[in-house]
DNA sequence: GGTACTCGGATAGTGACGCTCACCAACGAG
DNA sequence: CTCGTTGGTGAGCGTCACTATCCGAGTACC
């Protein structure tokens, strides 16, 4: 199939499919002569998975750009290839360790991964991207007077947690290990919006069942 | 207090405070003279909140003004102030209701609410934001391949549905209306940085459990 | 064989966003 | 009186995800 061809089927306009070739996020296509080249099944499933990246996961393209170089890279092991693809994910910036509420935010995140047995999460606190993010999320709850402690954060975790299992649970359904790895990564990217909006969904379903629609 | 006091005191340079003003996201400072304005401490705690918003929970400044909006506007009740408020946060595009993806997945999200008993989600999915990201997320899983459906969505949704009784429970421990807005807003636009963190946390411990390091 | 169309590729431009800079006249401390 | 600082304003910056335009080379159709 041609550009054009590969723009109908996936909805994406030609100047964008062009801008994603440029930018690396689609391998070329097999270049028939000057002017023409040819793409495949294989190029539109890479496209709407960098499509589904972009729009649902608001993943940046320059994170697409790595993340696909980790997805497709063999050398990885399983655990390697996931985490790489989940640490690629965007981030909150680097949270200020002079400051009192992060310190703070640190030993109160701490405390919780003792109580909840996370060992391996204890370890990885040092390099992880979300073990920061999280760090940074109760500092700013802190720092406007809503103290965020172990009490509370606990029974969030373990919900977490349970989804992160039904998370790996899903994956080891699918029988071949390239296409775990893939559903790894796309569920790791995919799944947290599909979180979000649930959540929200939830939320709204308790709200009106708490206080009715006024 | 004045300006490079509110500066010093929040993190935040002078130049930002002056764009978060002319933005409308900070109310004036009582102006003392023509080249004086004073701040208090509500200045602080509103600027640290508009803080949190943009940088964890990434809401866009337009946003933000809205959210404030509404969460200042006395005459909504509490179901509407908070649905204004969660409403308001970031979305996902449009769904195109013609695509066929799009189409099988608004009858797979009805089928989920059906099966969870969410009939107030139910009555709500016409209007509410949060319906239409899960049926983008849904319809993006759907034309990778993926066929997420009730099965695999429901035990999802349930683990969503007791985060958000969390969520209220929370809220509730706050003792009068005007701070339990307040926690709400913040919370509903906070805590899902800090579900997130979780999430993605919870899934690396659990892969290195199944998996180890390697 | 002529011609209108389409192809891919490349460059430059767009609009939104979140700041950030430079400048200004008006003050206030020494 | 001088000099640094104040709050307010307009313009500018860097990044991002596209997008519009052009080009010369091929192709389909009559």
Redesign the pocket.
């Known amino acids: 199939m041609?550009?054009?061809?590969?723009s109908r089927r996936s909805g994406v306009?030609?100047?964008?499919i062009?801008?994603y070739?440029?930018e690396g996020l689609l391998p070329?296509?097999r270049?028939?002569?000057?002017?023409?080249?040819e793409?495949d099944e294989e190029h539109l499933r890479r496209l709407r998975l960098v499509r589904a990246m972009?729009?649902v996961g608001q993943?940046?393209?320059?994170k697409v750009r790595e993340v696909l170089g980790h997805v497709d890279d063999d050398s990885l092991g399983r655990s390697m290839r996931l985490g790489a693809s989940l640490w690629a994910l965007p981030q909150v910036p680097e949270p200020d360790e002079e400051d009192e509420y992060v310190q703070a935010a640190h030993q109160e995140v701490a405390a919780l991964l003792d109580r909840l047995g996370w060992r391996n999460a204890k370890l990885l606190a040092a390099i992880s991207p979300a073990y920061r993010s999280l760090v940074v999320a109760v500092a700013a709850f802190r720092r406007l007077g809503y103290d965020w402690g172990v009490e509370q954060l606990a029974p969030y975790a373990e919900l977490m947690h349970r989804t992160a299992v039904l998370d790996l649970d899903n994956m080891e359904t699918h029988p071949s290990e390239a296409e775990r790895i893939e559903f790894a990564v796309l569920g790791a990217i995919l799944n947290e919006p599909l979180l979000q909006a649930l959540h929200r969904l939830a939320q709204e379903e308790e709200t009106t069942r708490r206080y009715g629609f006024a």
Chains 1, 2 share one sequence.
């Open positions: 041609r550009l054009a061809e590969l306009s030609t100047a964008t062009k801008y070739l440029r070329p296509g270049q028939i002569n000057a002017t023409t080249a793409y972009i729009q993943v940046p393209v320059a």
